[in-house]
Nanobody, 124 residues
Framework: VQLQASGGGLVQAGGSLRLSCAAS????????MGWFRQAPGKEREFVAV????????YYADSVEGRFTIFRENAKNTVYLQMNSLKPEDAAVYYC??????????????????WGQGTQVTVSS
């Protein structure tokens, strides 16, 4: 599975962005997909995850209620809709894929494939 993230950019605080992650490979629909982010000088952290069917989603407390993860398996794409952005949301955002029984959704080591990252900048 190869992942290509896009959609980052510069937005004012309170604004919105939608990130996309396009996947190659016919097995996309069997993978749960996560979004992580990494700010300068900080560790990469979990943001959101969606199960292979889309039936389950989980969010970091810091984004709950503001971000929405969803997927379109027919398009091999997962999205992260980010609303009410805050300066502290600024980071490089990465999409990642974890196979069935790959481990905890919340651990980086559970994810076998990673996209290249897309920069999100939020001005105050």
């Amino acid at each position: 599975v190869q992942l290509q993230a896009s959609g980052g950019g510069l937005v004012q605080a309170g604004g919105s962005l939608r990130l996309s992650c396009a996947a190659s490979g016919r097995t996309f629909s069997t993978y749960s997909m996560g979004w992580f982010r990494q700010a300068p000088g900080k560790e990469r952290e979990f943001v959101a995850v969606i199960s292979w069917s889309g039936g389950r989603t989980y969010y970091a407390d810091s984004v709950e209620g503001r971000f929405t993860i969803f997927r379109e398996n027919a398009k091999n794409t997962v999205y992260l809709q980010m609303n009410s952005l805050k300066p502290e949301d600024a980071a490089v955002y990465y999409c990642a894929a974890t196979p069935p029984n790959g481990g905890s959704y919340f651990r980086l080591s559970s994810y076998a494939y990673w996209g290249q990252g897309t920069q999100v900048t939020v001005s105050s």
